[in-house]
């Protein structure tokens, strides 16, 4: 009866059953998610971001949260954020193609284009048959005016990718960088027709 009692006493408190605040803080995380999403979905970013930490808190939704932090930050235009979370998801999970090919991304956004450059360069390598990562870098290679290897890729693909939508785009760009670096070329050559073409060595090289 006393045990009774005591209950009867205690019911204003509102015992919970065990694991009860688990159960709420989990569907109130999920709130979060689903509320991040929509707020994604809108493109308000910031908000998106907002509630994709908010959603974290809870473990079981920490992963999917945090890729999805990553995207508004990217989204968002906050590129070192953004940044930062691919580089963690890839210290997680290495080998995944979509993780690496945003990471090139962020970095090109960046302004981080050689960077950028190379980690499409490799992922070239290793997905050949993408034609979406070698337009990728022939866009970085036609913004830092390296010209003989945007010659090359895109003759790489144009002949792997014939139908390829935007080739005619890049053979113009190409041949616009063309007509850009020749007139220094030719100033360079004319200020150099003076000198001897040869010219002897101040000192004997060491072999």
């Given at each position: 009866?006393?045990?009774?009692?005591?209950?009867?006493?205690?019911?204003?408190?509102?015992?919970?059953?065990?694991?009860?605040?688990?159960?709420?803080?989990?569907?109130?995380?999920?709130?979060?998610?689903?509320?991040?999403?929509?707020?994604?979905?809108?493109?308000?970013?910031?908000?998106?971001?907002?509630?994709?930490?908010?959603?974290?808190?809870?473990?079981?939704?920490?992963?999917?949260a945090?890729?999805?932090?990553?995207?508004?930050?990217?989204?968002?235009?906050?590129?070192?954020?953004?940044?930062?979370?691919?580089?963690?998801?890839?210290?997680?999970?290495?080998?995944?193609?979509d993780?690496?090919?945003?990471?090139?991304?962020?970095?090109?956004?960046?302004?981080?284009?050689?960077?950028?450059?190379?980690?499409?360069?490799?992922?070239?390598?290793?997905?050949?048959?993408?034609?979406?990562?070698?337009?990728?870098?022939?866009?970085?290679?036609?913004?830092?005016?390296?010209?003989?290897?945007?010659?090359?890729?895109?003759?790489?693909?144009?002949?792997?990718?014939?139908?390829?939508?935007?080739?005619?785009?890049?053979?113009?760009?190409?041949?616009?960088?063309?007509?850009?670096?020749?007139?220094?070329?030719e100033?360079?050559?004319?200020?150099?027709?003076?000198?001897?073409?040869?010219?002897?060595?101040?000192?004997?090289?060491?072999?």
């Amino acid at each position: 009866m006393a045990i009774i009692s005591l209950f009867s006493c205690q019911s204003e408190y509102s015992f919970r059953v065990p694991g009860e605040n688990e159960i709420i803080t989990t569907n109130i995380s999920s709130e979060y998610f689903a509320i991040a999403d929509e707020y994604l979905n809108l493109k308000n970013y910031q908000k998106a971001i907002q509630y994709y930490k908010l959603a974290m808190k809870n473990k079981s939704l920490n992963a999917a949260a945090y890729y999805k932090l990553a995207r508004s930050y990217a989204l968002a235009k906050d590129y070192e954020s953004a940044e930062k979370c691919y580089e963690k998801l890839l210290s997680v999970d290495p080998e995944n193609k979509d993780l690496q090919i945003s990471l090139a991304y962020i970095k090109g956004m960046s302004g981080k284009t050689e960077e950028a450059a190379s980690l499409y360069k490799e992922l070239i390598e290793k997905f050949p048959n993408d034609s979406s990562l070698l337009e990728n870098y022939l866009i970085l290679l036609l913004f830092l005016e390296n010209f003989e290897e945007s010659e090359k890729q895109y003759q790489i693909l144009s002949e792997k990718f014939p139908d390829n939508a935007n080739l005619q785009s890049f053979s113009d760009k190409i041949e616009k960088l063309r007509e850009k670096l020749q007139p220094k070329e030719e100033t360079e050559n004319t200020a150099g027709s003076h000198e001897s073409p040869v010219k002897e060595p101040e000192k004997t090289p060491k072999l």
